[in-house]
């Protein structure tokens, strides 16, 4: 039976490919107050505003590739069962070859009903006022914006508890509750956390196989992927 891998991603994952993060900006998300772009307040002032900017972020996926990092997790898949719990928003996971990803703040090439969140659809064109769900509701980006409820937290606090090995990447461990996940392992298992700038909250600080690997995700994965398929 092949150990469990919970690979625990984060915005620094995804920054290798070109995608940028807000928190290195001042609170600002490609020049926009995050309070605008990522709220119930700010889609129910300006919803198209809103839409707009998910419209350019949607389509900026299309000209990014998975990286290294991305790439190492799935050639783990050969001797582990891999399990991605990732804050990212992006389908880089995927399109890598991912098998198994979870995505705890949504997902761009997702939209919902604003009335039924239950009515989720694929969605890879602009979204627009007027693009309404099957009972007549308006759609909304398929995002858990700040203030709202984190839907697959619980999913992920299950996977977690499975754990073999756990690899944190490219989190700051300061967005909670997905830095509470690795308080949900089994105690005593080798977590490996690899961010240039690591920083050792309240749930790490009580581990006790904790090895921190200094370095961006693409290099940090890499090099411990090809320790772990020794």
């Known amino acids: ?65 998975p990286n290294a990092a991305h790439m190492a997790l799935v050639g783990l898949e050969d001797k582990y069962d891999v399990s991605i719990i990732t804050q990212n928003v992006d389908d880089l996971h995927e399109r890598a070859g991912s098998t198994n990803v979870l995505h705890l703040h949504g997902e761009l090439r997702k939209v919902r009903s604003t009335q039924y969140e239950e009515l989720v659809y694929d969605w890879e064109k602009d979204l627009n006022t007027g693009d309404l769900c099957e009972k007549g509701y308006q759609l909304r980006p398929h995002i858990v914006w700040f203030g709202e409820a984190v839907p697959m937290l619980e999913k992920a606090v299950e996977i977690t508890a499975t754990a073999d090995i756990v690899m944190i990447i490219g989190t700051s ?20 956390y690899i961010d240039p700038k690591p920083t050792i909250n309240h749930e790490l600080g009580s581990s006790q196989n904790l090895e921190i690997i ?17």
């Open 1 to 65: 039976m092949k150990k469990h891998i919970v690979a625990l991603t984060g915005a620094g994952v995804s920054q290798e490919s070109g995608i940028n993060t807000f928190r290195d900006a001042n609170g600002l998300w490609e020049g926009h107050d995050v309070q605008e772009v990522a709220t119930p307040q700010g889609f129910a002032k300006n919803p198209d505003l809103v839409q707009t900017f998910y419209n350019q972020r949607r389509a900026q996926l299309n000209t990014v590739s």
């Open 214 to 230: 200094s370095e961006k995700a693409g290099k940090g994965v890499s090099e411990l992927a090809k320790k772990l398929l020794l």
């Open 173 to 192: 461990m300061q967005v909670y509750p997905a830095a509470s996940l690795v308080g949900f392992a089994p105690a005593g298992i080798p977590i490996y």
